[in-house]
């Protein structure tokens, strides 16, 4: 008898552990951005907290990031933003960054165009890059996130999209590909049923 409430009770303690963890990972993940970027002078200004988009910053409060070029793919930056360069890199633009990297304040941030080819950092024709960023927030902090831009057969052509952003809301690091746990809700309601089990 007291060894089934003991197990009872660990496996409730287990829960809630798992739970807060996932609760405090604040990823926010823009997961369906589907941002076609255009490919002239003023591509597409983005405020990626608010999730909005358009052909000019007069037009998106608050923007932070701003690809654009017709004849190559460009950053522009918003003050405190910019776009994470591949790691060991302190010149340039943003890098073609590995799932798993770390975007966050140790990271080196710039604007201008990227680079094209088969050396690590550089963009891929044909493929999903992933880009790192950092943006300043409403509430006045710095961000770190990540977004995944799908590229065709030209830099400069039409299809040109950013497929996913994700940001971490806390303000620490995020690593590419990060996304909000799955089922962290599910996981709360059986943290709750077993405590209440065990009134």
Known sequence: ?????LA????????ASVVAGAA??????????NLVVPATIDGLYINVE????????????????NPYSATSLTWFNATGTGMMRYPG???????????????????SYGSG?????????????NASNYFGFRFVAA??????????FVIGASISGADRTIAEIAYEDSGSA????????????ALLGLAGLAGRRRR
């Open 1 to 5: 008898m007291l060894s089934n409430r």
């Open 8 to 15: 009872k009770h660990f496996a409730a303690a287990a829960a």
């Open 24 to 33: 405090n990972a604040a990823v926010v993940h823009w997961a369906n951005a």
């Open 50 to 65: 608010a999730r909005t988009s358009g052909s000019a910053g007069s037009v998106v409060a608050g923007w932070d990031i």
């Open 89 to 107: 890199v302190t010149t340039g633009s943003a890098g073609n960054l590995a799932l798993g990297t770390s975007v966050g304040a140790t990271g």
């Open 113 to 125: 165009a990227v680079t094209v080819g088969a050396a690590p950092g550089n963009w891929a024709l």
């Open 139 to 148: 509430d006045g902090g710095t961000k770190y996130g990540w977004g995944r």
């Open 174 to 185: 995020i690593a590419v590909g990060a996304v909000p746990a799955p089922g962290a809700i």
